[in-house]
């Protein structure tokens, strides 16, 4: 018998441990500010053409993705608007652990129904926050790409445009799979995650090549995990370049 027991490392994987919603936790805190500001960002570059589908991808996993878009979500619903999130990241979704919510029915269940017609008051649950409503994954299907392509899924995303004030869209990876360059047409807009010190630059760059490739509305970044007097931050640039001049750029003159 061992008289040492390993101390197993809990995993900080958001896949196991859904995103941290520091804005439902600690509203009042400066990250939390920091979410209120993208949200507001997003709303100044929406003065000639309203936003009402927004999605917010990176370039590869472990990124953040989930997190600033679940707590993005949640700012957007504290104004008082009717926001429903849904997890489209088929192949990895976490909506469903973030909030601690039944995944047996969401998105593939509507993609892949029989019938013409499925009430989504049946799939799409309250969150918990106010103003808020999820649309989990469902179950991890075989084909997503095809799933995301499918008129099924353009029809539900003019039906709960018509519905919620703001439709907010976890995707998957961009470098990883096809399924956001699919989706992402389909969309009024686009913000790219990317993690100081992790994301590079490369990947940055052939991200924003492929989402112009799909004709997508890419508004700008997230810079993630910004070390702001020692505590992880969020900063938000926009303008078309997308972090040109950002140093995620093509440099010119040298």
């Known amino acids: 018998m061992s008289l040492f027991h390993r101390t197993q490392k809990r995993s900080t994987d958001t896949m ?20 209120r500001t993208i949200r507001t960002n997003i709303c100044f570059m929406a003065i000639d053409k309203p936003i009402k589908t927004l ?8 990124e953040g993705k989930s997190t600033v878009t ?58 918990g926050v106010d103003n808020l409503d999820i649309l989990t994954s469902g179950p991890v299907p075989p084909n997503p790409a095809e799933l995301l392509n499918s008129q099924r899924m353009r029809t539900l995303l003019d039906t709960v445009k018509s519905i919620y004030d703001m439709v907010i869209v976890d995707v998957p990876p961009m470098l990883e ?24 630059k490369l990947a940055v760059k052939r991200t924003v090549e492929l989402l112009r490739l799909a004709h ?17 931050a969020y900063g938000y640039g926009y303008g078309y370049g997308y972090g040109y001049g950002y140093g995620y750029g093509e440099e010119t003159g040298k």
Do not use: C
């Open 16 to 35: 196991d441990n859904g995103a941290k919603l520091i804005t439902v936790a600690h509203p009042k805190s400066p990250i939390s500010e920091q979410f």
């Open 177 to 200: 799979v096809t399924d956001t360059q699919i989706l992402s047409r389909y969309l009024d807009a686009v913000v790219l995650v990317v993690k100081q010190g992790q994301t590079q």
């Open 70 to 127: 679940d707590n993005v979500a949640v700012v957007w619903a504290q104004t008082g608007q009717k926001v429903l999130l849904i997890d489209s990241d088929l192949r990895r979704p976490t909506l469903h652990t973030t909030f601690n919510k039944s995944n047996q029915h969401g998105l593939t269940t509507i993609l892949t129904s029989g019938t013409n017609s499925v009430d989504l008051r049946e799939i799409i649950q309250p969150s």
């Open 216 to 232: 997508a509305n890419l508004l700008g970044y997230v810079m993630n995990d910004v070390n702001a007097d020692g505590d992880a």
């Open 55 to 62: 999605a917010l991808t990176s370039a590869n996993v472990s």
